[in-house]
């Protein structure tokens, strides 16, 4: 009974949790913020420096996810490859990144009405 309680134990361990949408915020605010801000602006320090993109610009926002998902694996440009976050981690902080655009459009409509 013990050797079977283990081996459960081991496949829990080995079995990948599931990403949430919390997740995708924590990992941006890690990975990503201090380039881009917390905004996605990239109006940051380090962002002028390196030309950070504003990743809620119009240019930004037609990206598929999958041009996204490659672009944060393999960087681009003076942005550093992300590969050592896994698929799920990626695929969670999209959503997150389209928010930043969204909140962006939601304040530029406030400001025009």
């Known amino acids: 009974m013990a050797g079977a309680v283990s081996i ?21 605010e890690q990975n990503c913020a201090k380039c881009h801000g917390p905004d996605g602006s990239g ?10 993109k504003d990743l809620r610009a119009p240019e ?14 393999q960087g681009k440009g003076n942005m550093p490859p992300f ?11 999209i959503p997150y990144l389209r928010s930043l655009g969204k909140k962006q459009a939601a304040s530029n409509s406030k400001k025009t009405q």
Request: charged share 15%.
């Open 8 to 28: 459960l134990a081991l496949a829990t361990l080995a079995t990948p949790r599931s990403v949430s949408a919390q997740d995708g915020q924590k990992l941006y």
């Open 43 to 52: 109006n940051t320090q380090i962002g002028k420096a390196v030309g950070a």
């Open 60 to 73: 930004a926002l037609k990206l598929t996810d999958a041009q996204v998902a490659t672009q944060i694996e």
């Open 83 to 93: 590969s050592n976050l896994g698929k799920a981690q990626i695929d969670a902080v």
